[in-house]
């Protein structure tokens, strides 16, 4: 759903809002191009088979880790308890607890009238609120608090996933799911 640039600045992303994928070939953002492609191919695949697919697009998913490895999204809060001023400009959407994809998968999953892309994210904000956030929950670490903007292109919402909300979806806090993010890579070893 992002990066797009072009996206009026009085509009919310929402279910029906698409990467651009000329700007992620332009600007060498690869990551979100891959997603996009992946999706569009997944619909023209669904109209000619004739299934019903129903997607879930997550802002960044954070919370406990599984895998035994550091991820990509894992990383971008890990290195910026440590300081990093990287803004994730092409990247950023939001927050999403891990617990709450997987109940997200499990409601849609049990919907039978479930149908089209599901925005699953508490809020969107910029990544400069996310850091301010993170820095009032944990001021021992040096969190690089932004003096801007870092998304100027993207509208803040609160309650933007309106069809996951419609279903009776209830979030888990930013505030939550960065706690459970840091206490798992304290346990980790990866942050003291």
């Not at 599901?118 to 850091?131: N, P, Q, R, V």
């Not at 801007?148 to 939550?176: A, I, V, Y």
């Amino acid at each position: 759903m992002v990066p797009n640039p072009h996206l009026p600045p009085d509009v919310a992303v929402d279910e029906n809002c698409w990467t651009d994928i000329e700007y992620c070939k332009q600007h060498e953002v690869w990551y979100p191009l891959s997603k996009v492609l992946a999706e569009k191919v997944t619909w023209s695949l669904a109209a000619e088979l004739g299934l019903n697919v129903v997607v879930i697009n997550p802002g960044c998913v954070l919370g406990p880790m599984l895998q035994p490895t550091l991820n990509a999204s894992s990383s971008v809060v890990l290195n910026l308890l440590k300081g990093d001023r990287s803004t994730q400009a092409n990247t950023w959407l939001g927050v999403v607890h891990v617990k709450d994809v997987a109940r997200a998968l499990i409601l849609l999953y049990e919907t039978a009238h479930a149908e089209g892309r599901h925005l699953c994210t508490e809020t969107i904000s910029h990544f400069s609120d996310f850091a301010e956030e993170v820095s009032q929950i944990y001021p021992q670490y040096n969190v690089h608090r932004f003096k801007e903007d870092t998304h100027p292109w993207l509208l803040r919402s609160t309650n933007p996933s309106k069809k996951l909300l419609e279903l009776g979806f209830k979030f888990t806090p930013t505030h939550d799911t960065i706690k459970d993010t840091v206490v798992c890579l304290q346990e980790r070893g990866l942050l003291s």
